[in-house]
Structures are given as C-alpha cells and as structure tokens.
C-alpha cells in the first residue's frame, strides 16, 4: 500500500485501511465512466487495480451485463490515484460514480459524513444475496455507529503468522500451534543462518500507515498499548506502547531482512519466497501467493495465528468492499452489481473460469465450506478464517477504545498520524534515531488530534 505524496484537506481524508493486501501491480486504466455520472441501463464503478479486480472487470460484459442488461463503466486506477478521485467525488457528492471500492477504514467515516446509501433496504429484499453467509467480523466493520450496513465486501483477510515447515524440521524446531511474540523472538534468533542468505523472520519497517503501522498496531495492540485511551488521550509513550516497539525494531534489526527499513509486504513476499527468511507475519492473503502452483515454496509453509501477549488474538481486519453513492441516480442498478460482484454465483464463475486459488475469498462462510475452494487452498484456507473470525475490531486490545479498527483507529485525522509516526519509527529501524526519541515526536503529533477530540 503506498503513501499518499500531499497531504489531502481534512474534508476529504479517506485513505483506506491500514491493513495491506498487494501493492498495485497493473498500471491504471479508464474504460468509459467519462465525466458525467450514469444513466439509463448503466452504471460508473470506480475501483482499485489489484488482479481480483482486474479480474472482475474482465467477466462482467460477459456474464453480468449479459444476464442483466446494465452496462458497467469502470475506472480502474492504482491505489492511491484511486482513493483521491473517491473521497473527491463522495465527499462532495458529485453522482459521478455509483459505486466505489472502500476499505472497513473509510466506510463508518464516510457514513457518518452521510456520503453513502445504506444497503439495509437491498439486503432485506435480495434473499439470493444471503446477508448472513457473510462472516460476523466483516459484516460488523461495515457497519456504521447508526446500527446500518453501508458496504459489502469483495474480499477479506486478516493477518497471520507463515514459516518454513522444512527448515524448522531441519533445525530441531518446533513451532507453537498458538506462538507467542516472545517465542517468536526466540525461533527467529535460532532460525537466523538456517540456510545460507536466510534470515529468522521479515517484517516491514517501510514508511506507510498501511505498511510498517498494519503489523506494528497489532503488536501494540496484543502487548497491552493502545494509540488513545477511552478519553481520547494519546498513549504512544506509554510503557506498553514503548516495550511493544521496543521488541518490533529489535527483532527486526537483530534477526530480520537485510534493508528492513526499506521493506513492504511486497519486499517481505519476495523474501519468503526466494528462500530468504524462515518467517514472516503479515496478512493471510499472502498465502495464497506463496502457495501458487509457479511458487518455490508450494508445500513447504506453515501457517499459524498472530502472535500475541496479552490478547487471545491480535490478526488484523481489513476488506475491500463496495460502497454506493448516496447521490447515485441509479442505486438499484447499483446494488445489483453489488449484489452479483460479492456473491456466492460470483465466487463460482471465478472458481470455474480463473480457478479456485484467484477467488476473492475471506468474506463469506459458505466459501470455507466449498469442496473445490477447500482443496485448492488446503494449506491455509482454515487458518485464514480462525483469522478473520477471530478478529475483534471493537475490542482489539486490553482496554476499551474511542474508535473501532485494530490495525487502525477508525477517524479520518489516524491516516496522516500514523504515517508521520511511521517515519519515526521506520528511521529507528534503520539506525537513525532511538525508539525513546521515535516515540517522544510521536507522541507530540498524536497529541494534537487528543486535543481535537477530548471533550467532545
């Protein structure tokens, strides 16, 4: 996930979740949305170009527009080029797009800005859409403080612990069906050196609130520190706060990836699979990759939950989901792609065209439960959903929160903070300054939005 190169006016701050799945990978495109919203028989989505939804695109004229008769005009553009023109065109209320891919970040701030059309109303008359099939955790996010659901998910993931299954074999170690960060620690000190080049463990030190701050949060989280308390005050030099960075930029500096500082989920990716580290804690999506037929490490990883300390869980939660324009003028039209692009008969198009491994999967029950899909993903399709159905994004720590998110704090200010903090921190990976001084300025800056927030 890349960082946004301007800081954009609070209005319109909607930078998605910290959360992760693949940098861009495909340069953007435009197909149509032109600059006038939809009518008639069609609809303007705006999206995100990963390969899923690249993917999508490619089967809708085919299948959907088809079977439905509404054209769909998408813009399709890299991440961050694509979160701009969203907040710009919601946030004003232009109607240009009907639908738009957001995050369970931006979802709740953007319904309580009253920028999006509630999918209560749809839900309750499209039985074929099957509302309940969603996993709790992803339905829970996407919903607003008014009790509405404002977002359906297109695919989810949470965040969990991989390792080579044969170099710990190799080595005499075992790994803990439920590890802990302090045996992580000790794994990675004697996994260091297990084969030539390899290190013990990668884990992101690059600059980004959803790269570096994604797995750092959780291991906050899970050590018993908390970005604000219930009242709104900045705990980011608390001892909790300071012990958990503290172990993040040892472990990292003393057993991790050469350039630490420089390193992403993409650079982590890499890493594991070019044979380079023994571990790697990051999102479950990851998984799916490393276990490719083309991949070097296809049945060689293992897979367990995030490690943690004082939380029975602490894997994130994130999910590109759908969200409709309030100002749309063709909402129903809207909803049934919506409907189509998360549902069930979607998953079971990919699965036969694109095959089992390509479907968006992390959002609905029935998707675990798939004779085809439980195959193809076999190695981590159960632990993927112990993941997900673990996560605890109202209560992802040892103290109650004044916003949900676990890998986040869920208000608009969080985005241009934890990528300041981020800075901070990463310099400390990188040997540039103490982590004392990383949270000193830190603290600083998340005092700020306290004040903005206490009292209120």
Known sequence: ???????????????AAAGTLLSPLLSGCWTGAGGSGSGGNSINV??????????????????????TGIKVNFTVLPENDVRDKISQDFANQAGQYDVATLSNYEIPIYARNGWLHEMDSYVRHDSAYDEQDILKPMRQSLTAADGKLYGQPFYGESSFLMYRKDVFAAKGLRMPAHPTWEQVGRLAAAADGAES????????????WGELMAPLTTVVNTFGGTWFDKDWKARLDSPEFKKATDFYVDLVREHGESGAAQSGFAECLNNMTQGKTAMWYDATSAAGLLEAKDSPVRGKLGYVPAPVEKTESSGWLYTWA????????????????????????????VGDTAGWSDVPAGKRASTYTNAAYR?????????????????????PGVQPRPAPGIQFVGIPE????????????????????????ALSKSQKLAEKISKEYRGR
Not at 325 to 343: E, V
Request: net charge positive; with cysteine; charged share 25%.
């Open 46 to 67: 705006l999206m995100v170009n990963n390969p899923q939804m690249v993917e999508l695109q490619k089967l809708t004229k085919a299948h959907f527009t088809r079977e």
């Open 414 to 437: 969080f985005t241009d903070l934890d990528t300041k903090v981020s800075q901070e921190i990463s310099a400390a990976i990188a040997g540039r300054q103490s982590v004392d001084a």
């Open 1 to 15: 996930m890349r960082i946004p190169s301007r800081r954009r006016p609070r209005a319109l701050l909607a930078a």
């Open 322 to 349: 759908w969200g409709l324009q309030k100002a749309s003028h063709n909402s129903d039209k809207a909803w049934k792609f919506i409907s189509w692009a998360s549902g069930k008969q979607y998953e079971q198009l």
């Open 197 to 208: 080049g390899m290190k013990g463990i990668c884990l992101r030190g690059l600059p980004g």
């Open 375 to 395: 195959k193809e993903a076999a190695a981590f399709q159960d632990m993927t959903r112990e993941a997900i159905e673990g996560a605890r994004p109202r209560d």
